[in-house]
Nanobody, 126 residues
C-alpha cells in the first residue's frame, strides 16, 4: 500500500491550499484516513481524520473552522482543504491510513495508523 500526498506549497497568510492523498495497492480499504503535521523542530501532531463509513470527521482545535477534510472512497483519496492559513500552519503534512476500526477519539493517535505517506511541505508566509 502506498500513500501519495500532494498539494503543498508556499502561500501567504490568509490564503488557501488543498492537499490530496491518494492510496494505492491491492484490495486497499482503510477504515479511516487522517492528516498529521510536523513543524520544524517539533513533533508530529494530529490535524484531522475521516472515517470511511459514515464520514465522521475529527479536527484538532487549532484548525477547526479553517480546515475541511473530505474523501472520495471510489478513488481511495482524501483531501484537506485549508483556508485562512496562518504562519503557524507551516509544517510538513503527512497523510495516514488506518485499516482497523477504532473508536473515534482513537484516530487522533498516530499508533492506530498502519500506512503513512511521504509528506508534503506547506509554508505560510506572514
Amino acid at each position: 500500500v502506498q500513500l501519495q500526498a500532494s498539494g503543498g506549497g508556499l502561500v501567504q497568510a490568509g490564503g488557501s491550499l488543498r492537499l490530496s492523498c491518494a492510496a494505492s495497492g491491492p484490495t486497499f480499504s482503510a477504515n479511516a484516513m487522517g492528516w498529521f503535521r510536523q513543524a520544524p523542530g517539533k513533533g508530529r501532531l494530529f490535524v484531522s481524520a475521516i472515517r470511511r463509513s459514515g464520514g465522521s470527521t475529527y479536527y484538532a482545535d487549532s484548525v477547526k473552522g479553517r480546515f475541511t477534510i473530505s474523501r472520495d472512497n471510489a478513488k481511495n483519496t482524501v483531501y484537506l482543504q485549508m483556508d485562512s492559513l496562518k504562519p503557524e500552519d507551516t509544517a510538513v503534512y503527512y497523510c495516514a491510513a488506518a485499516t482497523n476500526y477504532w473508536p473515534g477519539a482513537s484516530y487522533l493517535r498516530e499508533g492506530v495508523y498502519d500506512y503513512w505517506g511521504q509528506g508534503t511541505l506547506v509554508t505560510v508566509s506572514s
